[in-house]
């Protein structure tokens, strides 16, 4: 918890008022953002960002699997959050937990439509290897290294850029298995199938501080909000999940009006994510 006094309260919010934050930024403005990829090579794929001084971890684990019977036509993904006692001492012990499984959750929603996988932003069909038999199971793991804010925003970039470096093995499945019968597969060492992430979106959150509502929040920006909107947006400006936190309510015509905000703050999101994944991937080409 950030404490802050009473003349640093009024400061904060007094430059959101003004559209001129503590740090110099307008109200729709990100900080620097970096990634690097790679960055864990156990993994099938893996990211660092950094948003300001938040940084976070995203790897991507990869391994067969049986189908839910209730979709035998598509994979499955699960995501974790891990909130390091390093990054922040309100992660030691029930404070990490509580907030660990805040954000996979509200990752879950906003990537995966909830946990029926409706309107998920990550295509679970393509996980399929032999419908109602075989599929991949995708093991998305995100860990807090340094906490300054906006933590939601930052581990959905991260986890978008390790989809982008993930590499799953070509799978070979033999012929002949029938009713039941799990068939037979031959899993390639060196065929392997890049990851398409062109439907996964991007988060945006909008935290609302007292009459306005900010993107990409500091810690002490945050200690002073209402109430937050979280909403993932695809590339074609499709709404693939919503997730709200804090106590005050909001007016539905709010919710709207921020909702078109944040497609409006995506595409410049999305741009910047390509262009910074893409110099990741170069860089790693060259190593």
């Known amino acids: 918890m950030v404490g802050l006094s009473l003349g640093e309260k009024h400061f904060i919010q007094g430059g959101i008022d003004q559209n001129l934050r503590s740090d110099g930024r307008k109200r729709d403005a990100y900080r620097p953002i970096s990634i690097e990829t790679g960055v864990i090579p156990q993994a099938n794929g893996s990211a ?3 948003i300001g001084a938040t940084e976070v971890i ?3 684990k990869a391994e067969l699997g049986r189908p839910n019977a209730l979709q035998p ?3 499955k993904v699960a995501i974790f959050v891990d909130c390091s006692p390093v990054a922040e001492p309100m992660f030691e012990g029930r404070g990490g937990e509580e907030l ?3 954000l996979s959750v509200a990752l879950q929603c906003c990537l995966l439509g909830g946990k029926s996988g409706a309107g998920a932003g990550i295509d679970l069909s393509s996980l399929i290897v032999a419908e109602g038999k075989i599929c991949w199971d995708l093991y998305i793991d995100g860990l ?5 804010g906006n933590l939601l925003d930052a581990l959905g970039a991260a986890i978008k850029a390790a989809l982008s470096n993930t590499g799953i093995p070509r799978v070979q499945v033999a012929a002949g298995a029938s009713g039941d019968e799990q068939p037979e597969v031959d899993i390639s060492d060196e065929e392997f199938l890049q990851f398409d992430t062109s439907g996964v979106p991007v988060i945006v959150t909008l935290t609302k501080v007292g009459r306005h509502y900010i993107v990409d929040a500091t810690s002490e920006e945050e200690s002073q909000m209402s109430s937050a909107v979280s909403v993932s947006i695809s590339r074609k400006g499709h709404i693939c999940g919503l997730s709200k936190r804090g106590s005050a309510g909001l007016d539905p015509s709010v919710i709207s009006d ?3 905000v944040a497609r409006h703050i995506s595409e410049q999101l999305i741009n910047k994510l390509d262009s910074e994944i893409s110099a990741a991937e170069a860089d790693e080409d060259e190593m």
């Open 144 to 148: 807090v290294i340094s906490s300054d």
């Open 100 to 102: 660990s499984t805040e």
């Open 58 to 60: 995203a790897s991507v």
């Open 48 to 50: 660092r960002i950094r």
């Open 73 to 75: 036509d598509k994979g």
């Open 258 to 260: 921020m909702i078109s």
